[in-house]
């Protein structure tokens, strides 16, 4: 069974500060991943995607992927209060299917 | 307005009331794919399609069945519903699946009695 896990949280993190949030995957022929953002009540809404090691960034947000170590992270630089939701992590294999974690709550201290 | 729409958003039924929850995409986006949503379990991928008369199975296919015969449209249909299907869903698209943006729609909270 394809696994992604993600740490339920919460994380708290005070405003204006680096907020880092953690997934690992179980398939090694993953191929693409994403970082959604949930606020409660609503639906996800993508912020980052990756398929390449390494580092992208966009805005506040750095999506970093290991490949070998089957690691996705996501970094949040100078939080905001409007950060405070799930985050979800979420990798495609080659059968194009979709796996999510189960999401991190993010709490982000004024 | 680029937009999935789902409908209805709230529905309570009763255990084996066929229903069908309908889902419809504006983007001319080719993967279109439903998932529930279940405190402590995440999102799960029920069934997904690629394209017209293509679709194949996600994580918890059982109890659902679904349609693509048109492009805009991805029906969700629960033949024989169940307590254990009480779950939010929403239904998403995209015009790839890998890299692209993945909208969804607004979720449809559905309550089997």
């Known amino acids: 069974q394809k696994e992604v896990e993600q740490n339920s949280g919460p994380l708290s993190v005070p405003e204006g500060a680096i907020a880092s949030l953690n997934c690992t995957y179980s398939d090694r022929g993953s191929q693409s991943f994403f970082w959604y953002r949930q606020y409660s009540g609503k639906s996800p809404e993508l912020i980052m995607f990756?398929?390449?090691?390494g580092d992208k960034e966009d805005g506040r947000f750095t999506a970093q992927l290991n490949k070998a170590s089957q690691y996705v992270s996501l970094l949040i630089r100078d939080s905001q209060p409007s950060d405070s939701a799930t985050y979800l992590c979420?990798?495609?294999?080659?059968?194009?299917?979709?796996?999510f974690g189960k999401g991190t709550r993010l709490h982000i201290l004024p | 307005e680029a937009q999935v729409t789902q409908n209805p958003r709230y529905l309570i039924t009763v255990t084996g009331k066929k229903l069908t929850v309908t889902c419809s995409q504006n983007?001319?986006?080719?993967?279109m794919s439903w998932y529930r949503q279940d405190p402590g379990l995440g999102l799960r991928q029920i069934y997904y399609s690629m394209n017209v008369e293509v679709t194949d199975k996600g994580d918890v296919p059982e109890g659902y069945k679904v349609s693509r015969k048109e492009k805009r449209n991805f029906p969700l249909i629960l033949e024989s519903p169940s307590p254990n299907q009480t779950s939010l869903y929403f239904c998403?698209?995209?015009?790839?699946?890998?890299?692209?943006?993945?909208?969804f729609g607004p979720g449809t909270r559905l309550l089997v009695l």
């Open positions: 983007m001319n986006h080719e993967y």
């Open positions: 979420a990798v495609m294999g080659r059968d194009d299917k979709i796996i």
């Open positions: 998403a698209s995209s015009l790839f699946p890998r890299g692209e943006t993945q909208y």
């Open positions: 990756i398929y390449s090691n």
